[in-house]
């Protein structure tokens, strides 16, 4: 017997109204945009003064958690910082708080786009934030994996702080970024 595949030719937004060609990627993004734009969640949220300018709080104070705690285990990597400790001690003390900060920063972050998200989509300055925080989570996520095993080592490799420090600056290159997106865009 034969195996049928079927092939998505379409995305069906449901409530929205509209389905578009998959092989239409832009389209697709500015109904994505629309759609959640519009969606009563996020506009209730954005709509609000009071619940726009709590969430713009949250954003920012899970930054500063985030970064902070990444950025002293960092400078504990270059032996600038907490030379007392550990590194290992101090990761494993400050990485949960890390993680948590995260999840609130992509979290305010994702109900701050959705409430403007056709104006988001088509900004370069936006994709540039983005990508940034995506290179500083992923250099965070090898400074997490290695200091552990760095800790061990008699000495802690030269290639291991050059990951701390391109780790330390692609998170000062996401606060910029971030700053830079309303006073480059007008958004936000």
């Known amino acids: ?3 049928r595949v079927q092939v998505l030719k379409k995305v069906d937004f449901g409530n929205a109204g509209c389905s578009i060609p ?3 990627f832009p389209n697709m993004l500015v109904h994505l945009g629309e759609w959640l734009q519009h969606n009563s969640v996020v506009v209730v949220l954005n709509g609000t003064a009071w619940t726009a ?3 713009e709080v949250v954003h920012y104070f899970s930054m500063f958690v985030l970064v902070g705690s990444i950025a002293i285990v960092d400078l504990r990597v270059l032996g600038v910082a907490a030379r007392s400790q550990s590194a290992s001690l101090l990761a494993e003390r400050l990485f949960p708080w890390m993680w948590a ?4 920063n992509v979290l305010s972050g994702f109900l701050m786009f959705a409430g403007a998200a056709l104006s988001y989509i088509p900004n370069s300055t936006f994709h540039v934030k983005v990508t940034v925080v995506l290179l500083a989570v992923v250099f965070g996520v090898i400074v997490q994996w290695g200091v552990p095993k760095w800790d061990h ?4 490799p030269a290639w291991a702080k050059l990951v701390a420090l391109v780790s ?3 998170w000062v290159g996401a606060i910029i970024a971030g700053v ?3 006073a480059l865009s007008g958004i936000g």
């Open 180 to 182: 830079e997106v309303p």
């Open 22 to 24: 998959l092989g239409d």
């Open 53 to 55: 300018a709590a969430t």
């Open 168 to 170: 330390l600056l692609l």
């Open 153 to 156: 080592l008699p000495a802690i």
């Open 1 to 3: 017997m034969p195996v």
């Open 101 to 104: 900060a995260l999840a609130l």
